[in-house]
């Protein structure tokens, strides 16, 4: 249980902190329509570094298991859901009103993340 918990501690600070670091280097799509859409860069970038640190963890850490491509085509896509999510002001609003004031940045993190251990 402990391998798994360091894992994720790991992986979420890899790509909250790693995530931008990487988008700093691609050139910003801009605002078509009036909507940032490089939050879904951002959300393709974050369920990258969710699966790398994850299958570089699974080497080093002992009891954790190997993630497969399944797991990556998941986290890509809750991430973008995530994403997506974070677009809809209903929902942002919904979930700020419930105590859980989120950054744009948490969406598409929290979207990888279940993917990931989802199919893992």
């Known amino acids: ?18 995530a931008p670091i990487v988008k700093g280097h691609i ?5 078509p329509g009036g909507y940032d859409i490089d939050i879904f860069v951002l959300a393709i970038i974050i369920a990258v570094i969710v699966f790398v640190v994850g299958f570089v963890g699974s080497i ?13 085509t998941l986290a890509v896509v809750l991430a ?9 002001p209903v929902v942002t609003e919904t979930v ?6 989120l950054d744009r940045l948490w969406w598409p993190l929290l979207g990888a993340m279940i993917g990931y251990f989802i199919k893992r």
């Open 80 to 88: 973008l859901i995530g994403a997506a999510l974070s677009m809809v």
């Open 1 to 18: 249980m402990l391998p798994h918990l360091i894992l994720i501690v790991l992986q979420v600070l890899g790509a909250r902190y790693g």
């Open 60 to 72: 080093v850490l002992k009891g954790v298991r190997t993630p497969g491509a399944g797991a990556l």
């Open 96 to 101: 700020g009103r419930a105590g859980l004031p």
């Open 27 to 31: 050139p910003p799509l801009g605002r």
